[in-house]
């Protein structure tokens, strides 16, 4: 079982498989549930400096929630999510 608070995978069992080819295995998470009921968000411009750690750490408060962002805009690769000019939904910020 994934123990880090930081990550997506947090809490999720893993299972050892093999790795082709090679001696050794990998240990592999089980598939991550994708929330469907999503916390209100608005928009954001992503421009060409923008970096993912300095995103996520001032929407979300944690430098590492990155995939906080991923899941809001439903994309598994949250690299994507810095193209510029595109616009991302992002964390509505409580006050």
Not at 35 to 48: D, K, N, R
Not at 75 to 89: E, Q, V
Request: with cysteine; glycine share 6%; charged share 25%.
């Amino acid at each position: 079982m994934i123990k880090n608070r930081n990550s997506r995978h947090n809490g999720l069992a893993t299972y050892r498989v093999p790795i082709p080819g090679r001696d050794g295995t990998a240990d592999i998470c089980q598939p991550r549930f994708r929330p469907t009921v999503l916390p209100e968000t608005v928009t954001q411009a992503i421009s060409a400096q923008d970096r993912l750690d300095t995103l996520a750490s001032a929407l979300t408060g944690d430098p590492q929630g990155f995939w906080r962002l991923a899941d809001l805009n439903r994309s598994y690769d949250p690299a994507s999510l810095l193209d510029p000019g595109r616009t991302i939904r992002v964390p509505r910020r409580v006050r």
